[in-house]
């Protein structure tokens, strides 16, 4: 299990699922912290990947994911599934290691450190500021909060459930993210084969993608949009007071 050093800023702790009150209401999972948390535990796993590799992984679940997205202030939703997992070599030694970080992922040596990000929640091999393209904010991840090694926990049945892990929606402005699936159904893959996660991850300390051109088009008809409501806003009110 990897020692976790939180950001000096966060007080979000990853969770067991008991610490939540789960309520399924359609595809639905609403998540109200109890008043007697169990918190700093993680769910591992060990699986097999196409890469002939055995690779452990290990998810968190944090309550909600408080960053905010650049200026039009999106990204905030209810519930967070975070992941790292490492490879085990011939010799039974941890090898590679590959951190999950929003929707890419970066591959790097195991160190046995998981420092995680104030908000998003972030996993890096690192401790720093890490940057991401605009409109996205930084993340932050001094390492200087908790440190804590969480107690790890199998899966149960609730891995199988399909819905999501709040009631977050999203909606057409660009950023906005609805609540997460749980792990074996989420799209990037790492639950069926983490070798092929893993081959996919950006390399170490390369730092974050570029946004898609779509995406920025988007971004800035979002800002555009704001501000022509904004002045209309302005000008209803400047004509009443007139």
Same mark, same amino acid.
């Given at each position: ?24 209401? =359609?595809?639905?999972? !609403?998540? @109200? %912290? #109890? $008043?007697? &948390? ?10 097999? *990947? ?92 001094? =390492?200087?909060?908790? !440190?804590? @090694? %969480? #107690? $790890?926990? &199998? ?10 892990? *709040? ?76």
């Amino acid at each position: 299990m990897p020692l976790v050093r939180y950001d000096s800023a966060e007080r979000d702790r990853a969770t067991a699922v008991e610490a939540l009150t789960a309520r399924v209401a =359609g595809e639905r999972i !609403a998540l @109200r %912290p #109890r $008043v007697d &948390p169990l918190p700093d535990a993680t769910y591992g796993r060990r699986v097999r *990947g196409s890469d002939g590799r055995t690779w452990l992984q290990y998810w968190f679940l944090y309550a909600t994911n408080t960053q905010d997205r650049g200026i039009v202030r999106t990204g905030r939703h209810e519930g967070d599934w975070e992941m790292v997992q490492v490879a085990l070599g011939a010799d039974g030694r941890p090898g590679d290691a590959t951190f999950a970080q929003h929707s890419w992922a970066e591959a790097c040596p195991w160190r046995g450190v998981v420092h995680v990000a104030h908000g998003s929640h972030a996993s890096f091999p690192t401790a720093g500021e890490h940057g991401r393209p605009w409109p996205d904010p930084d993340d932050f991840a001094d =390492g200087r909060g908790r !440190a804590v @090694r %969480p #107690r $790890v926990e &199998p899966f149960g049945a609730w891995a199988r459930w399909p819905g999501r892990w *709040g009631r977050a929606e999203a909606s057409w402005i660009p950023g906005e993210q609805p609540s997460p699936r749980g792990p074996a159904f989420q799209n990037e893959g790492a639950w069926r084969d983490p070798a092929a996660f893993h081959a996919r991850a950006r390399a170490c300390a390369s730092g974050a993608p570029p946004h898609p051109v779509g995406l920025r088009i988007a971004g800035w008809a979002a800002v555009i949009g704001i501000a022509v409501a904004a002045l209309s806003l302005v000008r209803t009110r400047v004509r009443r007071a007139a």
